[in-house]
């Protein structure tokens, strides 16, 4: 397949996974009685201090991501290196999600949350690829990468939306 032919199905795929992606304010499914003991738990996703004063809503989070997301499709189709670059690093080193939302997300999850620890790790992997692969320069690696990452989101959100109860 083309160059052009693979960034036109990678925007399509893009957009549907963004249309798909659409998040509502975890609060509003939140149980009363979340513990907050699980500190090592959530360090583990690989996001920082969840109680630090960058964190933010999953809502925001997710927002800004999709942002960048969408960001990194430009920064394709201009030949915008610095923007991929940018973009990329802006995922993978998104602000830390905020203690109470990721305690409601792991009580969600239940169970599954190492799986989705192991997913979300997935998508920081990619991104932080995608960082690197964008400083050499190379367009096909960026968007073979690019539809790496997009797969990892996209697996991510057919596995895990539907049981935090997000739409």
Do not use: W
Request: aromatic share 4%; hydrophobic share 40%; glycine share 4%.
């Amino acid at each position: 397949m083309n160059m052009i032919n693979k960034i036109t199905h990678l925007g399509l795929f893009v957009f549907s996974v963004m249309l798909v992606a659409s998040c509502e304010d975890m609060r509003e499914n939140r149980h009363e009685n979340v513990s907050h003991s699980d500190d090592t738990a959530q360090r583990a996703h690989g996001h920082g201090d969840a109680s630090g004063e960058n964190a933010k809503s999953v809502v925001c989070i997710m927002q800004a991501l999709n942002r960048s997301t969408h960001e990194i499709t430009d920064g394709i189709i201009l030949n915008d290196f610095a923007k991929i670059e940018a973009s990329s690093y802006a995922i993978a080193h998104h602000d830390p999600i905020a203690k109470d939302d990721l305690d409601a997300l792991f009580e969600a999850l239940g169970p599954r949350k190492d799986a989705f620890i192991t997913c979300d790790k997935k998508v920081h992997d990619a991104a932080v690829l995608l960082n690197d692969v964008a400083k050499t320069k190379k367009m096909e690696e960026v968007v073979d990468t690019y539809a790496d990452m997009i797969e990892a989101v996209a697996s991510c959100h057919r596995d895990f939306k539907p049981t935090t109860g997000q739409s």
